[in-house]
Nanobody, 115 residues
Framework: QVQLVESGGGLVQAGGSLRLSCAAS????????MGWYRRAPGKQRELVAA???????KYADSVKGRFTISRDNAKSTVYLQMNSLKFEDTAVYYC?????????WGQGTQVTVSS
């Protein structure tokens, strides 16, 4: 079993910053991809950012230059530093751990950006 525990969401004004954290525990394989997805009201869940075991990253176009994903393999933790937040970043953010072909998900953390 794998568990993902997220933290760091909250309410912030536009232009502000937040840092999300996600700690993984359980039967974690060393080769995996960790990432963040989000679901805004009335929209489908979308990939925000992902990072592979060796540090390769991928970002949604909408967050490039504003968000940074990083990971601490020793702590099995992935971070999402979100800067210059916009109203449209408001969503529930979900941590994801992918060990092909399996996906594991956190419970979600709300990020609300006030305009």
């Amino acid at each position: 079993q794998v568990q993902l525990v997220e933290s760091g969401g909250g309410l912030v004004q536009a232009g502000g910053s937040l840092r999300l954290s996600c700690a993984a525990s359980g039967d974690i394989f060393s080769i995996n991809t960790m990432g963040w997805y989000r679901r805004a009201p009335g929209k489908q869940r979308e990939l925000v950012a992902a990072i592979g075991s060796t540090g390769g990253t991928k970002y949604a176009d909408s967050v490039k230059g504003r968000f940074t994903i990083s990971r601490d393999n020793a702590k099995s933790t992935v971070y999402l530093q979100m800067n210059s937040l916009k109203f449209e970043d408001t969503a529930v953010y979900y941590c994801n751990l992918r060990v092909v072909p399996m996906d594991f998900w956190g419970q979600g953390t709300q990020v609300t950006v006030s305009s």
